[in-house]
């Protein structure tokens, strides 16, 4: 349910990185802030044992992406 949440897709979320702060990227900005507070729930339902090999990949990886988040 916690990376359902996410608004956004792993490939389409705007990072630091990739996406300027200005005022003509509010929304991916925000979607990305919304993607970084949602990220650790998912974490959390991670340690509360998720079988599925796609599942527990994909909460994995968001950890990773946290770090360049907006």
């Known amino acids: 349910m916690c990376l359902d949440a996410i608004p956004v897709s792993r490939a389409e979320v705007a990072t630091r990185g990739t996406t300027p702060y200005a005022p ?10 919304q993607a970084k507070v949602l990220a650790p729930a998912a974490g959390a339902q991670l340690r509360g044992g998720a079988r599925d090999s796609g599942l527990r990949a994909e909460t994995e990886a968001w950890p990773e992406l946290r770090r360049t988040l907006m």
């Not at 003509?24 to 802030?33: P, T, V």
């Open 24 to 33: 003509e990227h509010l929304a991916a900005i925000n979607r990305s802030r």
